[in-house]
């Protein structure tokens, strides 16, 4: 009776053991929270779905959708409409006395250069034109080989970097800051917009799509779990 009893309770455990795997199915791992340094068990997150501390609501983990795939697409869209944005007209001025003037995003910063405004044209250069581009050419250069299922030999570094720039582009702020100039300039001159304004402020979104959807521990996570090839 009792080599049967025995018997029926392994048997349920291992049951019960291999229920939990399979509505699981996803390994687990250690995270420690950077606000309260709690150790947190999580499971292998599904795409889009987040992992917070269960003491102080910290994320700490989240896994975008489509995997490496979604900011691999939006960082090659958003190259592109930075190339248009470039391309074109960026706006057309028409005053009083039939005057007219076209502007592009980088004549912007030359006009800025050229009436003794230097640090505030380095500024938007530095911002708005040359850490956009480097952020997204580093993307690109990581999730590429990662969709591949390979590893960039200079991840480390790359990954360093984009997480570095992110906070210091202000690609939204400067065209916060072109719609309220509109405003004012609108009542001393007719301004028409070019295509460049137009590719500016889907890149701007673009872009920001970007930056939401790389998040530093997944994708850390994502590529350790690469082989080297």
């Known amino acids: ?43 292998e ?3 889009g779905s987040k992992a917070h501390c269960p003491r102080c609501s910290h994320q700490l983990l989240k896994k975008p959708k489509g995997g490496v795939s979604r900011p ?11 190339g248009l944005s470039n391309a074109f007209p960026f706006m057309s001025f028409k005053g009083g006395a039939g005057q007219e003037q ?18 505030l044209a380095l500024t938007v250069f530095g911002l708005v034109i040359v850490l956009p581009c480097l952020y997204l050419v580093a993307t690109i250069l990581i999730l590429v080989p990662m969709a591949k299922g390979q590893r960039h030999p200079n ?6 970097l984009v997480f570095a720039l992110a906070p210091w582009v202000m690609v939204d702020v400067f065209l916060l800051g072109i719609l309220v100039s509109l405003t ?5 001159a007719k301004v028409e917009i070019g295509l460049s304004f ?27 779990r690469l082989e080297t090839k």
């Open 72 to 82: 691999l697409a939006l960082s090659i869209a958003a190259l592109g409409l930075f």
């Open 198 to 224: 137009i590719s500016f402020a889907f890149f701007a979104a673009t872009f920001s799509m970007v930056v939401s959807s790389m998040n530093k521990e997944w994708l850390w996570r994502a590529w350790e």
């Open 184 to 188: 004012k300039i609108s009542s001393m």
């Open 1 to 43: 009776m009792a080599l049967y009893r025995d018997f029926l309770f392994d048997f349920l455990m291992s049951i019960f053991e291999e229920s939990t795997q399979n509505t699981s199915g996803r390994e687990s791992e250690l995270i420690a929270c950077h606000q309260c340094d709690l150790l947190v068990e999580v499971t």
């Open 45 to 47: 997150l599904e795409e």
């Open 155 to 160: 991840f480390p570094r790359l990954a360093k």
């Open 102 to 119: 076209m502007i592009t995003l980088c004549h912007n910063v030359m006009e800025l250069y050229r009436h003794d405004s230097q640090l």
